[in-house]
């Protein structure tokens, strides 16, 4: 009601309220990201919350090493692919998280937090070896939605398109790709900038009078 009247109160909040990033052991710069939320989620299941009242810790790398990989399966175009995401495959992967886990745990433990907290639920603090915090993050872990690379960019055999994000399929000019996917890897935060970043840096190349030359002789053949 408070929202509806006076438009502000909690419902005002974002999501995530506090951001913040922090350094593994098996890093030389922040190497994983936190947000934490004013709600108490329940485990593995977005957007549900759990009956106690509470706060929520996210952890997630910044740039993982394990690579998965997208399918087409059939030849109709409306067919969904395979998309496997062979999340945690990289050994680095895994101990960044556990141990991100652990950092989770260390905020919460400051005596300026720690005086509020009664318990943990999730993943609950019996939940302590390495081996345990690994299980909870195969079970309960989720994306957080920064899929890139799947015609990444780069001069070797395997990359699909080249540093001016033209694609090399043999038979094929004129076509660029500008999106999240040519991104060789991970960006280090949240990716949506980078594409924007991407896409001012796109029509630069584009406009650029050796490209709309290009583009003009190959009209001039097609006619
Ligand atoms: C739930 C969610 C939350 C996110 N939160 C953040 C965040 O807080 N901060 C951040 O930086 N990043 C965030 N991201 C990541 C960010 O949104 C993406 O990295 C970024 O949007 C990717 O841009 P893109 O152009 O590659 O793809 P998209 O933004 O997905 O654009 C693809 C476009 O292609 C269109 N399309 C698809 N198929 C066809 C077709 N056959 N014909 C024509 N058009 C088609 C789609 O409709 C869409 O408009 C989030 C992503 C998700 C899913």
């Not at 009601?1 to 005002?12: D, I, K, N, P």
């Not at 506090?18 to 098996?26: D, P, Q």
């Not at 070896?129 to 079970?139: F, G, N, P, W």
């Not at 399929?169 to 076509?175: A, D, K, N, P, W």
Request: proline residues 5%; contains cysteine; hydrophobic residues 40%.
């Amino acid at each position: 009601m408070r929202y509806v009247v006076s438009g502000t109160g909690v419902l005002t909040y974002s999501a995530a309220i506090v951001g913040g990033f922090a350094r593994t052991l098996h890093a030389n710069r922040p190497d994983v990201q936190f947000v934490i939320a004013p709600g108490s989620f329940a485990a593995g299941r977005i957007g549900v919350l759990e009956n106690e009242p509470g706060i929520s810790c996210g952890v997630w790398q910044m740039r993982p090493e394990s690579r998965g990989h997208v399918h087409i399966r059939s030849k109709d175009v409306a067919a969904s692919p395979m998309i496997a995401p062979s999340y945690l495959t990289n050994e680095l992967d895994r101990n960044t998280m556990v141990e991100g886990l652990r950092i989770g745990r260390k905020i919460f433990a400051q005596p300026e937090i720690a005086r509020f907290i009664v318990d943990e639920t999730v993943p609950g603090r019996a939940v302590e070896s390495d081996e345990a915090l690994l299980q909870y993050v195969r079970k309960n872990g989720s994306t957080v939605y920064h899929a890139v690379g799947t015609c990444r960019m780069g001069e070797d055999p395997m990359s699909v398109v080249d540093s001016e994000l033209r694609v090399r399929v043999r038979g094929m000019t004129g076509l660029r790709i500008v999106d999240a996917s040519v991104m060789p890897t991970i960006t280090s935060t949240n990716t949506n900038a980078t594409v924007l970043m991407l896409a001012e840096r796109a029509a630069q190349i584009i406009r650029s009078p050796q490209a709309v030359g290009v583009a003009n002789q190959r009209s001039t053949k097609t006619v």
